[in-house]
């Protein structure tokens, strides 16, 4: 992998750092996040410190005078816990449960759907109910691949912290991670985040960095509070660039008989000169001061852009996919020049507390934004929007909370939930009504042109979760209820239109985990999915969706290694799943292609020696032995053939 300047300078600043002076422990006790299976964080003694004179190192001893800095006092907190109130800090991960899923679309469970590789678009198999009942730019088909401002972490550091991961997928698909932050007193803290992938196609590339994507996204974030403890402000600046030089699919057989679907590295695919990109910048500033005891006000700003682009060389070969499928010239016949621009500004003002066990908070916010469409001419589509909103936590005890929280957007689109929570029940509610996107309501391009008014999308959801924790094993019955009406999709003719109907949507499903003395375990996850209504074929998800793993956990060679081995596999059913338009960048309804059932099985073995920890994944063990030789994840798109990934993961905390 060729190191770009920014690395080179990021090593020697880490580097720096880890020389300078060791810091002031942190205040507030470490909570750790919840994981499943055989966690096996190594604990230091944070309790044991030499204070020396004024200018002189301070170091974290133990009575061998040896360094005890680790995952203990190293902490990071997440925004969202401090608007509400909540003082939770969390350590560092060294644990190996999941490590494997390295790449964003196996983090999230395998559920969703991609094109087969790192970086390329995708989209979550089930419904989700947008967090925003706004208007957004509708161009979410690389969201897994950007850092958003509101989920940072950070952090608390007793001495230097930077953190490096590197993954080597088969096929070269690799992602570095770099991370570092450090305290420049016990107040203040500062630090930086630099992510890569360069994965190349699996789909006939041309040279070994013949690459579908490539993504470059740094953040820089500092937390600071004042010495009387009253004022608090988190800031941070995110910056992601992903480019991808499409393909647009395997040509059919029964379009060309000399192509296969499965000859992966000698697959004919439609595009060659073909390239998107997706460039976000935000800025983003949090920070609260306490006017009394338990009574705070609170200002969050942010300054969000994004710039998408799309080319395509329509004098080339390239021509034939568009012929096909986007024959439609609307500004030139020699390129294809798609662009839009969407940009907002956010301020949100409140008031929170605590009386007792209960919390409350108060807000308003305010957004202007805009998107710009670029053809032959500039076409604007602007927006502002009021909001007023308010949330409401009891915390009966450990064990037993309820919060129900709401915001209304004038005019007429909302959000209201509630959430229980028991040590047997979990329950939650939500209500919506929320706006299309904005390429949905305006859309201006060489292949498709619409202005539509579309109404707000409603939807109600139900959630439940039944809990049964025994000590060697859990059973957890759960169940979705989704009613949808008014949805926006992209249909057949890849146009966006609103259903005339409305689905209902019944999700019953079962997690569960089973371990014999803690070093063998079994987990799996199963979803039915039942869906009904008039717009139930405005939805394309798959009948039944089930993850499984079987593995063995345990230290060796007395502790001085922790292994996990073991096989998992993922299976979805007959569906006819999404296609993908590239110039659109959107997943559009389709029928003549069947994503066909396949069980796909991985083998993987995840190890630690200290706290540096390494995975070995072997994907898709089970090629050419069922009766198809391999899978689809999108129609004309294939899954991974047989690859071995390797990864290493090394902290220093230092």
């Not at 991961?165 to 630090?191: E, H, K, Q, T, Y």
């Not at 539509?452 to 959801?461: A, C, E, L, R």
């Not at 979803?527 to 063995?552: H, L, M, Q």
Request: hydrophobic residues 35%.
């Amino acid at each position: 992998m060729r190191f770009s300047p920014i690395i080179i300078l990021f090593l020697l600043f880490c580097f720096w750092a880890v020389q300078s002076q060791a810091q002031i422990r942190p205040t507030g006790p470490p909570t750790r996040m919840p994981q499943q299976g055989n966690t096996n964080l190594q604990q230091g003694d944070p309790d044991q410190e030499i204070t020396q004179q004024s200018g002189e190192r301070k170091k974290l001893i133990d009575d061998s005078t040896k360094m005890v800095f680790g995952p203990k006092t190293t902490l990071y907190f997440l925004e969202k816990d401090i608007k509400r109130n909540l003082t939770k800090k969390y350590e560092v991960d060294t644990v190996l449960t999941g490590f494997h899923y390295y790449e964003p679309v196996a983090n999230s469970g395998w559920m969703y759907q991609d094109l087969g590789n790192v970086g390329s678009a995708a989209k979550p198999i089930f419904y989700h109910i947008p967090q925003m009942i706004g208007t957004t730019s509708g161009f979410h088909v690389y969201d897994l691949y950007h850092h958003s401002a509101d989920s940072m972490r950070y952090f608390d550091t007793k001495s230097p912290y930077t953190q490096m991961d590197a993954f080597f997928g088969g096929g070269n698909r690799n992602m570095l991670d770099l991370s570092f932050a450090r305290n420049i007193n016990p107040r203040w803290n500062v630090g930086l985040n630099f992510h890569t992938i360069k994965a190349r196609k699996t789909l006939n590339p041309n040279a070994r960095d013949d690459n579908l994507t490539e993504n470059t996204s740094y953040s820089f974030h500092t937390n600071y509070k004042s010495e009387d403890g009253k004022y608090l402000l988190l800031a941070n600046l995110t910056r992601t660039r992903h480019l991808v030089n499409e393909q647009g699919g395997i040509i059919s057989p029964d379009i060309d008989t000399t192509s296969l679907f499965f000859a992966y590295e000698d697959a004919k695919v439609w595009l060659r000169n073909s390239r998107a990109t997706d460039l976000r910048v935000d800025y983003h500033l949090y920070h609260e001061y306490e006017i009394v005891k338990g009574w705070q006000v609170y200002h969050v700003f942010d300054k969000r852009k994004q710039d998408v682009l799309f080319r395509s060389n329509l004098n080339s070969s390239d021509s034939l996919f568009f012929n096909r499928f986007n024959p439609e010239r609307l500004v030139s016949r020699d390129s294809t020049y798609n662009r839009g621009h969407f940009s907002e500004w956010r301020n949100e003002v409140g008031f929170k507390g605590d009386i007792g066990p209960l919390y409350y908070n108060a807000f308003a916010k305010f957004r202007s934004g805009r998107m710009h469409l670029y053809d032959t001419l500039m076409r604007r589509n602007n927006f502002n929007e009021l909001f007023l909103g308010g949330a409401l936590r009891g915390d009966i005890n450990e064990k037993w909370r309820f919060e129900a929280e709401g915001e209304y957007l004038l005019p007429g689109a909302f959000r209201i939930q509630g959430l229980f929570v028991s040590p047997f029940l979990e329950a939650s509610y939500i209500k919506a009504l929320y706006k299309p996107t904005s390429v949905q309501d305006f859309y201006s391009g060489n292949h498709h042109s619409w202005d539509n008014s579309f109404s707000n999308i409603g939807v109600d959801q139900i959630k439940g979760v039944l809990k049964a924790d025994f000590p060697s094993w859990n059973f957890r019955p759960n169940i979705t209820l989704n009613r949808v009406s008014n949805y926006v999709y992209f249909n057949e003719d890849q146009q966006a239109t609103q259903a005339e109907g409305g689905a209902f949507m019944v999700i019953p499903g079962l997690t569960y985990s089973f371990h014999i003395k803690k070093k063998f375990f079994w987990e799996s996850e199963l979803y039915y999915n039942i869906i009904t209504g008039d717009g139930k074929e405005n939805f394309r998800i798959p009948e039944i969706v089930a993850n499984s793993r079987i593995y063995f956990d345990s230290p060796m060679f007395d502790e001085n290694l922790f292994i996990q081995i073991g096989l998992e596999g993922r299976f979805r059913s007959d569906n006819f799943a999404e296609a993908y338009n590239p110039a659109l960048q959107q997943f559009h309804l389709q029928n003549d292609f069947n994503v066909f059932a396949y069980p796909v099985l991985d083998f993987f073995m995840n190890l630690r020696i200290n706290r540096t920890r390494v995975l070995v994944r072997m994907n898709h063990i089970n090629i050419n032995i069922m009766n198809e030789p391999g899978y689809f994840v999108t129609p004309n798109f294939t899954g991974l053939r047989r690859t071995l990934d390797l990864g290493i993961s090394w902290p220093l905390f230092d």
